[in-house]
């Protein structure tokens, strides 16, 4: 079983930054992809962002030259850096691995003011 622990949301007037962080946990977790997911109100959850075991990355269109993921391996952890926040990104953040059929976080609240 693995748990997603979230943390790093808030409130960020437009163009200030917030960093996200996940930490993963449970006897079965291992280096596979992980991602970072939103949902805005009212509209469909989409993938912002991802990077593989050996450190590839994909990003929104949206995002690029905004958003950087990382992760540490030894933690456990990804971590997803936003620059240049924008209201358009106000949002539900998730975390998610790709292990078990796909794990995923409780989400935390980015809110960005104009």
């Known amino acids: 079983q693995v748990q997603l622990v979230e943390s790093g949301g808030g409130l960020v007037q437009a163009g200030g930054s917030l960093r996200l962080s996940c930490e993963a946990s449970?006897?079965?977790?291992?280096?596979?992809?992980m991602a970072w997911y939103r949902q805005a109100p009212e509209k469909q959850r989409e993938l912002v962002a991802t990077?593989?075991?050996?450190?590839?990355?994909n990003y929104l269109d949206s995002v690029k030259g905004r958003f950087t993921i990382s992760r540490d391996n030894a933690k456990n952890s990804v971590y997803l850096q936003m620059n240049s926040l924008k209201p358009e990104d106000t949002a539900v953040y998730y975390c998610?691995?790709?292990?078990?059929?796909?794990?995923w976080g409780q989400g935390t609240q980015v809110t960005v003011s104009s």
């Open positions: 998610y691995v790709a292990l078990l059929g796909g794990v």
């Open positions: 449970g006897s079965t977790f291992r280096p596979v992809t």
């Open positions: 990077m593989t075991s050996h450190g590839g990355t």
